[in-house]
């Protein structure tokens, strides 16, 4: 089985100072494999660490339990060894097995004492150390050995009633710690193997539980520039199919952004082809024309054409600037009075000249919004371009700017023809224009305003005023 730990490590050539370790653990941070991997070995250190001490306790036990049965019988020999002669006085004969026991071949010394109750020595070392009680077996030392050390009190027939003699007997570890080494590493090495097998069933079982989250990268990866078809949620477990969900639904919007992108670049080839159309023949007409004043008449549509075709590109190039992430988002402090009082001065020349009476209506405090100046400027540029263009002279147009708690309002009222209450909606979209709206015109200027105000997290409404006409309210976020 191939289990690859991945430790995705970034090739950071600006900090070479960084350590190995703190990369290595910056890919383990980053890397879903390595992390449960992490855990799993760090939990099978901890769970043997844990064995190797407990396993260590009782081997310890153990060996201690089996000395001290062996130093006891040793001592109960002994004990029974020991008779009083006629003279009154304690003898002990000591067999040669009470001492061979301890002959297991680990070159261990015995050593032994018998007392009378009175203390007086009746055989062995007399400065051999005495546990504190009876039959407890205790690790002691002896001149220089550590022994360990069992004391047994046994009475002795022929003595007064109750008499007693103590049989202190000792043994050096030489044995026991062998005992307790063998029994250690037989009990570690079993549980080892368990926890090793453990660890194993689970590395398995991760990789297992792995394998569709990675059958599901393979299939996002392997997916062409334009397969946007639903990938199948059940390739994952339940938990994961809210992701899989979360791809697809993203997708699916990508697919709808792209298919409105096309049908945007489509209409706007179209757009373009048919007003240069007639500049190509208008040119043609005025190359062959020998009138001049005919020639010059050619020459002023060749020029309108133009104009258009110019002013078609330019609010293209607006539309897009206008739409989401495609400039840098700006900040810029605007005085809406001010902007709208500028906008206005340079469209003045127009209303002039189509006989419309251009006004603001602003008092003096400054109604001061946050945004793109140069969006925002566009945005009023358009509304009031077509406030003139669509109504007919002698008409009135008029540019308020308020304000409202926290929100700038800015609306732009005409008494031309208004748009009917079905088709506001539709105004907004890209290149819809009213039929029998006069030739000239995009189709793009309320769709650059929606852009503009959506960016700068404002709305904007189509209705109509008292006398008739259209009254366009924004409404944006003031500061
Ligand atoms: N102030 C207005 N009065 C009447 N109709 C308007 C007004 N503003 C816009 N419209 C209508 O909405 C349509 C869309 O406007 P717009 O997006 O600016 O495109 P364009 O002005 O290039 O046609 C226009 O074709 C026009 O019919
Ligand atoms: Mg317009």
Redesign the pocket.
């Known amino acids: 089985m191939a289990w690859v730990i991945s430790f995705a490590m970034h090739n950071d050539e600006t900090f070479p100072t960084r350590g190995i370790l703190s990369r290595a653990l910056g890919g383990v941070a980053s890397s879903l494999r390595a992390q449960l991997f992490a855990w799993v070995v760090l939990t099978l250190i901890g769970a043997i660490c844990i064995n190797l001490y407990l396993s260590y306790r009782s081997a310890d036990a153990t060996a201690d339990l089996v000395t001290d049965r062996t130093l006891l019988a040793s001592a109960r020999v002994i004990a029974e060894a020991t008779h009083v002669d006629g003279s009154g006085t304690v003898q002990i004969d000591i067999p040669p097995a009470a001492l061979e026991m301890f002959d297991t071949g680990y070159g261990d010394r015995v050593f032994y004492q018998v007392v009378t109750a009175w203390g007086n020595l009746i055989a062995g070392f007399p400065d051999l150390p005495r546990p504190k009680r009876d039959l407890n077996g205790e690790d002691m030392t002896f001149r220089t050995d550590g022994v360990r050390v069992l004391m047994l009190s046994h009475p002795v027939v022929g003595l007064d009633q109750d008499s007693t003699i103590s049989v202190t007997v000792a043994v050096t570890h030489n044995s026991q710690y062998a005992m307790r080494r063998r029994l250690w590493l037989s009990d570690f090495t079993k549980q080892l193997a368990l926890v090793l097998l453990a660890g194993l069933v689970t590395i398995i079982g991760l990789q297992r539980g792995l394998a569709p989250v990675l059958r599901l990268r393979d299939a996002v990866r392997e997916r062409g520039r334009e397969r946007l078809d639903p990938l199948q949620p059940d390739m994952v477990q339940n938990e994961l199919r809210p992701l899989v969900h979360a791809l697809n639904d993203h997708m699916e919007r990508v697919q709808n952004q792209m298919a409105a992108q096309r049908r945007f670049v489509s209409n706007a080839a179209h757009q373009l082809r048919t007003p240069l159309a007639l500049i190509s023949t208008q040119a043609s007409v005025a190359a062959r024309e020998t009138d001049s004043s005919r020639r010059d008449e050619a020459l002023t549509a060749l020029r309108s054409s133009t104009r258009q075709v110019t002013r078609l590109a330019s609010?293209l190039l607006t539309l897009s600037r206008a739409e989401p992430g495609s400039r840098r988002p700006r900040n810029d402090t605007i005085e809406l009075t001010e902007t709208a009082r500028r906008v206005l001065e340079t469209l003045a020349e127009e209303a002039l000249r189509r006989n419309i009476d251009l006004g603001l209506e602003a008092d003096e405090t400054p109604v001061r919004i946050e945004g793109d100046g140069t969006m925002l400027r566009e945005m009023l540029v358009?509304l009031v371009?077509?406030?003139l263009?669509?109504?007919p002279p002698g008409g009135r147009v008029t540019v308020g700017i308020g304000r409202e708690d926290d929100t700038a309002l800015l609306w732009v009222e005409?008494n031309?023809?208004?748009?009917p209450e079905a088709e506001r909606a539709q105004?907004?979209e890209r290149f819809?224009?009213?039929m029998g709206?006069e030739p000239e015109?995009?189709?793009?200027?309320?769709?650059i305003v929606r852009e503009v105000v959506d960016g700068a997290g404002g709305s904007v409404t189509l209705g109509e005023p008292a006398g008739g006409?259209?009254l366009?309210s924004v409404r944006l976020p003031a500061v």
């Open positions: 609010q358009n371009d077509n406030a263009r669509y109504t005409d031309g023809p208004g748009i105004v907004f819809y224009r009213i709206t015109g995009s189709g793009l200027g309320l769709a006409g259209l366009v």
